[in-house]
């Protein structure tokens, strides 16, 4: 029930946008990310933006999966 | 966009599966999350770890802790539409599901978003039925901020909010289970931040790893719960930072203290957990459907055989029940842990067998 989503944000107009959902266009709101713009990806719930995804954040944690690897168990 | 085959790159997975090989000491690590239980079986990750790491199933499923009386509540509720997640419908009452009552003539319509049920509203005494964690909470409570400033009187929300961190507090005092870690819900955490769990190694001495969904996300938690066990370093450590950050979103958080208050609450099985729910404050009572109609919810789980709730906390594997597979599957669920999808019997069923 939890699942949330990545979605590209097409459109916006205040509190209210369209994102795009792999190809299928879906209304959602942004009053918890409101600093969110056009072409940002955010993680969407019910109809709702939760949160904007970094890109750089998620280059970090590719790289932990590099250390991780790298880290042998004695 | 984040180049998702990276999180899923078969020669680290193989690093990382091979060096969990070592592992020599039993370790039992709860996935809180229904979402990460369908993970871990989409993905077969349970079959890359050596026998000795244990991966159990948590309370982590909104309509599995929900108790069953609230379906009859619902079902006896007369001329009101009754709006809800998909994921309700199947419940068993006491008597019968949802999906039977609407083939009886019972108005219930499934709905994506909260929003929706504001919508039906505008023609139809409506009651939207307030299933959902962290996750899933703001946008309900924002759903009633917008039907007070459109003052829509036809639409009501039954609060049965569920909150994670008071119930993982509750389950580490139940002496039965002992666990090494926890794999923490990655979009519960995207509302409430990885500071929600520091009284886990502060008060319990046990660590958790916030993480994503993907199955470097997974293995990699488990490699760092390996680590902190191995040093007897327990900490919180966010690995699903590209959605999840440390102090959460404060405007969904704002919105829920806005609407909502925190309470006790009645948990499937488990029974009632203090401050573990989320009420519906005085200011929006008009739109509290518990207050309209007069509803409470009771503990009444029945005597079906149907183990639930020792799967809920933990305590069993769902083949471990007798009813398992036998009498109880997808497509007739005696318990709600096989109703939903993110179940952990759906979930083993589907995945595991």
């Not at chain 1, 713009?37 to 590099?66: Q, R, Y």
């Amino acid at each position: 029930m939890c699942l949330a989503i990545p979605a590209k944000i097409v459109e916006k107009d205040g509190e209210k946008g369209i994102v795009n959902l792999g190809g299928v266009k879906k209304e959602i709101m942004f009053t918890f990310t409101p600093e969110a713009e056009i072409g940002d990806w955010v993680i969407m719930h019910t109809g709702f933006a939760l949160n904007i995804i970094s890109e750089e954040d998620a280059n970090e944690t590719l790289k932990l999966f590099e250390e991780m690897a790298m880290l042998e168990d004695d | 966009m984040i180049d998702l085959s990276k999180y899923r790159d078969p020669k680290i997975i193989k690093r990382i599966v091979e060096d969990l090989q070592h592992w020599d000491k039993p370790l039992k690590i709860m996935e809180v999350c229904g979402s990460h239980t369908m993970a871990i079986g989409h993905w077969g990750i349970r079959k890359m770890l050596p026998k000795n790491i244990s991966l159990i199933s948590g309370p982590g499923c909104p309509v599995c802790v929900t108790p069953s009386s609230l379906i009859d509540e619902l079902i006896n509720l007369k001329n009101v539409t009754i709006a809800t997640f998909g994921d309700v419908l199947r419940v068993p009452g006491k008597d019968e599901t949802l999906e039977h009552a609407r083939a009886r003539g019972l108005d219930v319509r499934i709905v994506y978003s909260p929003l929706e049920a504001l919508e039906i509203a505008k023609d139809k005494e409506t009651i939207f039925v307030g299933i959902g964690f962290e996750t899933t909470i703001p946008g309900i409570a924002q759903t009633i901020l917008m039907a007070k400033q459109q003052k829509l009187h036809n639409f009501s929300v039954l609060p049965a909010f569920k909150l994670v961190p008071p119930a993982l507090e509750a389950l580490l005092s139940e002496e039965e289970i002992k666990l090494d870690g926890f794999l923490l819900p990655g979009h519960v955490s995207v509302i409430i931040g990885a500071e929600a769990y520091m009284l886990l190694p502060e008060k319990y001495g046990i660590g958790g790893v916030v993480s994503g969904f993907e199955p470097l996300d997974i293995l990699t938690a488990i490699k760092i719960i390996t680590e902190q066990v191995k040093n007897n370093k327990p900490a919180i450590v966010n690995e699903y930072n590209r959605v999840v950050n440390f102090v959460g979103n404060k405007n969904a958080q704002n919105v829920i203290d806005k609407v909502l208050k925190t309470e006790d609450a009645l948990w499937r099985g488990i029974g009632w957990i203090p401050d573990s729910g989320l009420g519906i404050r005085k200011e929006f009572e008009e739109f509290d459907a518990s207050k309209k109609y007069n509803i409470t919810l009771t503990d009444e789980t029945g005597n079906t055989g149907c183990r639930c709730t020792d799967v809920l906390k933990g305590k069993i594997i769902p083949p471990e029940c007798p009813l398992f597979e036998k009498v109880c599957n997808p497509a007739n669920p005696i318990g709600p842990c096989m109703v939903s999808s993110e179940g952990s019997c759906a979930a083993y069923y589907k995945y595991e067998r």
